[in-house]
């Protein structure tokens, strides 16, 4: 009788997790230098990898840490601009700057829900990659959110307290989301995918599923 020749085991996303967590803190740290590097390069305005390292940080960071190093990093890059004194950066009205901390954190959350739903699904790899840039925008446009309302109440800006004012907040921030949003989608996809490629030319074993 014939063997019958066994199929190739389906891969997932919690085996895209599990491989590249082991080296999470090292991609981590690589990624936050590139960050500092072009926070301060001379890019197009709110041209920027925060974002997309605070997705990563909730998908391959564990505990506390996951939302911790990103916005340990933008506290980092607001101290340097301060000390510096370049214009539009370092420390600013504390509410709004407080504002973008926790937008930080809350699209790190959205990256950990993200490997949450990977892991429990067992979601075909090409199914959580496929994700990724949904994830991107979705974060960016949480940012966007949360950051513009912190503007709004931000009375340097001198928008009106009222909901035509916040309309009119989050209408005049379109043109900034723009470059936010091809930043997201860059390097919200490239981190994940430059982690997953490097991480397996190391020969990353998977490891147990951690949620």
């Known amino acids: ?19 590249v967590r082991p080296f999470a803190a090292w991609f981590v740290g690589g990624f936050a230098l590139l960050t500092l590097f072009l926070r301060f390069a001379p890019l197009p305005e709110n041209f920027a990898t925060f974002g997309a390292l605070a997705l990563f940080c909730g998908l391959f ?8 190093a990103p916005v340990a990093l933008l506290f980092i ?21 407080l504002l973008n901390y926790l937008a930080f954190a809350l699209v790190a959350s959205l990256g950990a829900g993200l490997s949450r739903w990977w892991n429990l699904t ?6 959580s990659m496929a994700s990724l840039p949904l994830g991107a925008i979705a974060g960016s446009a949480l940012f966007f959110l949360v950051s513009n309302f912190g503007a709004w109440i931000d009375p340097r800006m001198g928008y009106e307290t009222s909901l ?18 091809a930043s997201d989608l860059c390097f919200g996809v ?10 397996n030319a190391l020969g990353a074993r998977p490891r147990a599923a951690a949620h």
């Open 122 to 127: 067992s979601a075909p790899l090409a199914m």
């Open 164 to 181: 035509a004012g916040l309309g009119q907040c989050y209408w005049m921030g379109l043109p900034f989301w723009r470059s936010t949003l």
């Open 61 to 68: 960071l564990q505990g506390p840490a996951r939302w911790i």
């Open 1 to 19: 009788m014939p063997t019958e020749i066994p199929s190739a085991p389906k891969r997932t996303g919690s085996e895209f997790i599990r491989s």
């Open 190 to 199: 490239g981190f994940p995918a430059a982690a997953w490629t490097i991480a």
């Open 77 to 97: 890059a607001d101290c340097i601009g301060q000390a510096l004194q370049i214009p539009g950066m370092g420390f600013y009205h504390l509410p709004a700057m």
